[in-house]
């Protein structure tokens, strides 16, 4: 049972947009909700995280916004550049002692930044 | 500082085969999850070793396991190999209760064939 959606699947930006990417998850028992950034052949790299006890996080260019009521949280991309092309993963992990290290993944967004 | 080293990168088996992958931990770091991210997918949570014993483990059968040695790398083991367990298999680290953050490798690409 998939508890993390993502969306979009895919997402083309002009240089300069905004990327805004969508999750949506289940479990109320997560609390811990990281944004990862993955190249090809790389493994994903945290990029950003959020706990539910704040509506909002900034962090350069990249802003998590977190809805608790709704259960949704998303990513925004300011000024998206070309070298942000990459494939956004959005996840989940309940708070327990060590526990952060079992994060649910969504599916993934395949951002494309064109010039 | 290295990060998260896995071993090897890049492996090709047949059905039935067995398979060992080989992570080391970040400098500092005192435990490892292992994920399997299927192609197109995101990552899967396999389990995780701290103590050298398996804290948690994910929804995977028991061919798979693993193995934790006191300088806290670690050892992916896959029995009875199927065409499904094609994938990329992610080492990530972390410090235990030291917070949520993991660090990932750059992973093992097994081919099943």
């Known amino acids: 049972q998939q508890q993390v959606k993502q969306s979009p699947q895919s997402l083309i930006v002009q240089k300069g947009g905004i990327s805004i990417i969508n999750c949506a998850y289940e479990?109320?028992?997560?609390?811990?909700f990281p944004w990862y950034q993955q190249f090809p052949g790389k493994g994903p790299a945290l990029l950003i995280a959020i706990r539910p006890d704040v509506s909002e996080k900034k962090e350069g260019r990249f802003t998590i916004s977190f809805n608790k009521s709704a259960k949704q949280f998303s990513l925004h991309i300011m000024d998206s550049q070309p070298g942000d092309s990459a494939t956004y993963f959005c996840?989940?992990?309940?708070?327990?002692?060590?526990?952060?290290?079992?994060?649910?993944f969504g599916t993934g967004t395949q951002l494309k930044v064109e010039l | 500082d290295a990060g998260v080293t896995q071993s090897p990168t890049h492996l090709i088996k047949t059905r039935g085969q067995q398979v060992t992958l080989r992570c080391s931990p970040k400098?500092?770091?005192?435990?490892v999850s292992w994920y399997q991210q299927a192609l197109g997918q995101g990552p899967q949570f396999i389990f995780q070793y701290y103590e050298e014993e398996e804290r948690q483990r994910g929804n995977f059968p028991d061919r798979f396991s693993g193995h934790q040695f006191p300088n806290y790398s670690s050892e992916l083991n896959v029995n009875a190999l199927l065409l499904g367990d094609s994938a990329l298999y992610l080492c990530?680290?972390?410090?235990f209760g030291g917070g949520e953050k993991l660090f990932f490798g750059s992973g093992t690409q097994l081919s099943v064939l």
């Open positions: 990530a680290s972390s410090l």
């Open positions: 479990n109320t028992a997560f609390d811990y």
């Open positions: 400098s500092g770091h005192d435990t």
């Open positions: 996840a989940a992990s309940p708070l327990v002692t060590g526990g952060g290290n079992k994060l649910t």
